[in-house]
């Protein structure tokens, strides 16, 4: 008989769903027990000595997550992998930080589940992961995802939490990366102590600087007493350092000698404080091409990106749209005293369809309104209309290449393209484009855009409305250069 490649030990109440991975994984060479609760499983793991369990988390009496640890603690060298047919980021991270190796999702993608297998099996060396007890963390600002791409992000925060290395979160806007600096903190050792974020692009330099280091009293007129910086209100926690990338020269160079001597000089002072705060960075450019084109130091940039979070805009994870409505409209209808539960499917389908410019908020916003102005609690074609009529101008962009655009034509498309977005609503268009009226009626008549025929446009209560309305084509008119 064939040496086996080692011992699985699967847990898991549904009967069927053991039975089949069973089969599996005895086809591929592994010694296969089962087990359908924790207490039967652990019995299982004191006769067998597997080198895998393999552990679901919902199960009637003790849950996957509550068995966890204490297969970890009896037996420190298990590798655990966890299944469940549940999307949370909570369980996920939680079982990251309790030492399971993997987190697989049902129905089981047999690829994935042999790859790990392989993996742990053929790892010589293994690194135990810290093992701790905590409270569930609070339900408030949790992460909904559904997509490879955003369990990996969870694994990843779970890993990284506990280790003070600076993580640097990149995305578009609105993908989510204040909730993942929130979820790292969260479920880090210092979760006890205070996040403090800073917006990097907000203020001017010599304001910056102050916010962040703090100063003595009297160090620049107007300061009529000592202020600490956030650094020092983060002391014990974490600093959340918001639109890095426009950090200017000088205070590029102050924020390296924190990272690399964890102190800092308030302004006026001395003597340098010490900082134990942990960096987390968040941008929505791309740094490695400003630094590329000498707008970001280098030596700053490597110190930020020990660990790179890259969030993928919603467009590129759709599979995620239908759970995210579930969770917004939830948290919506808390917000607002409301109970709007129900979308009609071809509103589902118009969601998933839209190519979301401004990820999940925008999301987001969308269905505020939706519920703001829906007389019931179904929420139909009409209240998301602009989405659903939206023929996104993305495969018009697209035909021309990029390098062909001049940066007119490309603020020319994307005002057209929110404007298209929105109905040509104009409050929610300058709350998009982060413009104010004034602004979009002077960019709306410097372009030459005209609202297509049929379109209400709250525009038109203007004195400079758009003019010429008697062209009816609002195409993009774009110049090749
Ligand atoms: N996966 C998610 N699950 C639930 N809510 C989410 C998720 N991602 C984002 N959100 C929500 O979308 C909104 C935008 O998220 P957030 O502020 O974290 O984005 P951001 O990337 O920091 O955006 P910006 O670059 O504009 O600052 C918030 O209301 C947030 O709660
Ligand atoms: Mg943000």
């Known amino acids: 008989m064939p040496t086996k490649k080692g011992c699985i030990l699967i847990v898991d109440d549904d009967i069927a769903s053991c039975r089949t991975l069973q089969l599996h994984l005895r086809t591929e060479g592994y010694d296969v027990t089962i087990a359908h609760s924790v207490d039967q499983g652990l019995a299982a793991a004191h006769r067998q ?138 479920t880090s050792n210092n979760a006890r102590g205070p996040f403090v974020a800073v917006n990097c692009a907000a203020l001017v330099e010599t304001l910056l600087e102050s916010d962040m280091f703090g100063h003595e ?125 129900q979308l009609s499917s071809d509103v589902i389908s118009c969601l998933e369809k839209y190519d979301w410019p401004g990820n999940v908020r925008e999301l987001a916003n969308a269905l505020e309104k939706a519920v703001a102005l829906c007389p019931g609690n179904v929420i139909t074609q009409n209240l998301i209309g602009n989405i659903c009529d939206t023929t996104t101008p993305t495969s018009d962009v697209e035909q021309i290449p990029l390098t062909e655009w001049s940066l007119e034509d490309i603020k020319k498309a994307h005002v057209l393209r929110v404007l298209k977005t929105t109905h040509w609503h104009k409050g929610h268009t300058c709350e998009i484009l982060g413009v104010s009226r004034p602004r979009l009626r002077r960019m709306i008549k410097h372009f030459g855009l005209i609202p297509p025929e049929g379109i209400q446009t709250d525009l038109e209560d203007d004195n400079d409305q758009v003019e010429n309305s008697s062209n009816k084509n609002s195409g993009l008119g774009l110049v090749k250069k």
């Open 217 to 341: 009293k009297g160090a620049f007129t107007g300061a009529v007493s000592k202020q600490p910086g956030k650094f020092a209100l983060a002391e014990n926690g974490a600093i959340f350092l918001d639109e890095i990338g426009e950090l200017s020269p000088v205070m590029q160079a102050k924020l390296l000698r924190v990272l690399q001597e964890k102190e800092f000089t308030p302004i006026g002072a001395k003597m340098p404080q010490h900082s134990n705060a942990r960096v987390i960075a968040a941008t929505n450019v791309d740094l490695a091409a400003q630094v590329r084109k000498g707008l970001f130091r280098e030596d700053l940039y490597y110190r930020l990106c020990v660990v790179t979070i890259h969030l993928p805009p919603l467009r590129e994870r759709r599979e995620d749209i239908a759970d995210l409505v579930h969770t917004l409209l939830a948290r919506i209808n808390r917000q607002m005293n409301r109970k709007v539960t």
């Open 49 to 186: 000595c597997p080198e895998l369990v393999i552990l679901d988390i919902r199960m009637p009496g003790k849950s996957g997550l509550e068995g966890l640890p204490e297969f970890k603690q009896t037996f420190p060298h298990i590798h655990v992998i966890m299944i469940t047919a549940f999307h949370d980021m909570d369980s996920t991270i939680e079982a990251m930080q309790h030492g399971a190796e993997d987190y697989i999702h049902k129905p089981i993608d047999i690829d994935e589940l042999d790859n790990t297998t392989a993996r742990i099996f053929s790892a010589d060396g293994q690194t135990i992961v810290e093992t701790r007890h905590e409270d569930k963390a609070s339900q408030l600002n949790t992460m909904v995802a559904r997509s490879h791409a955003m369990k990996e992000i969870f694994k990843t925060i779970g890993l990284v939490a506990n280790s003070p290395v600076t993580v640097l979160i990149t995305g578009e806007s609105g993908t989510g990366k204040e909730l993942v600096a929130h979820a790292i903190h969260r």
